[in-house]
């Protein structure tokens, strides 16, 4: 006999569809980027391949262009990839965030893995129970990874047909998509609301003097606070 912890069943259908219409949102943000990705990386040179095979695999927005940035200003395969997997540490913490979620099983958690960003952790952790959760990751993670890769493909081919894609204000999509996203659970735990604004001001302050994607790697020390907060408690 099937446990149901072993076992876990999915989420009806009727469940799954205020789940899609939330985090269709973020998969539209997450297009419009990834285009964005794709006509910058060959638009500054790069052949088509190397943005699309770069978002299959190594899948991180902020990695993938800071990545691009140091090839595209000459920089080695070598430094490219030290730059993108210091900017991918944060995904450590986030990690151990979901870990549970994720299911049993090598290929689930292997997948999950890779599935793991800032936009799916955020829209799984903001839910109120374990399973709705479990359906917030996967759907969401599954739908922005293939929307990423569509975007980025659709970039690339159209290479720089699109012009300065900075002119769009596209840099503002993904953080107002995450502030949308935390903001329930800062209204739910009160807790939280003094580690996020302390890590929200030092990336912040570390912005003007750092490349992009180490301000999200310095907001951390936040979480330092709030176990502090949880030990006293």
Do not use: C
């Not at 978002?55 to 090839?71: D, E, I, M, N, R």
């Not at 159209?158 to 949308?180: E, S, W």
């Not at 003097?209 to 606070?225: E, I, K, S």
């Amino acid at each position: 006999m099937r446990s149901p912890q072993r076992t876990p069943r999915p989420p009806r259908p009727s469940s799954s569809k205020p789940l899609i219409r939330d985090s269709s949102l973020v998969w539209l943000a997450s297009g419009v980027i990834g285009v964005s990705f794709g006509a910058i990386s060959v638009a500054g040179g790069l052949p088509v391949w190397v943005p699309v095979v770069m978002s299959l695999t190594v899948y991180a927005g902020s990695a993938q262009f800071s990545a691009v940035g140091v090839l595209l200003a000459g920089g080695g395969p070598l430094a490219a990839a030290a730059t993108g997997l210091l900017l991918n540490t944060r995904t450590a913490a986030f990690s151990l965030a979901v870990a549970d979620l994720l299911g049993p099983g090598r290929a689930a958690r292997l997948l999950g893995a890779h599935l793991v960003t800032d936009e799916t952790v955020a829209f799984a952790l903001a839910q109120s129970d374990p399973a709705r959760r479990r359906a917030a990751f996967w759907i969401s993670g599954i739908g922005l990874f293939t929307v990423w890769n569509a975007g980025v493909a659709t970039g690339a081919l159209a290479g720089a047909a699109l012009g300065d894609t900075a002119t769009y204000g596209l840099d503002a999509a993904f953080p107002a998509v995450l502030v949308a996203l935390v903001l329930p659970a800062l209204r739910k735990d009160t807790h939280l609301r003094r580690p996020a604004a302390s890590g929200a001001l030092l990336a912040l302050a570390a912005t003007p003097f750092t490349p992009p994607g180490v301000p999200v790697l310095l907001a951390l020390a936040g979480l330092l606070l709030y176990g502090r907060t949880e030990a006293a408690r």
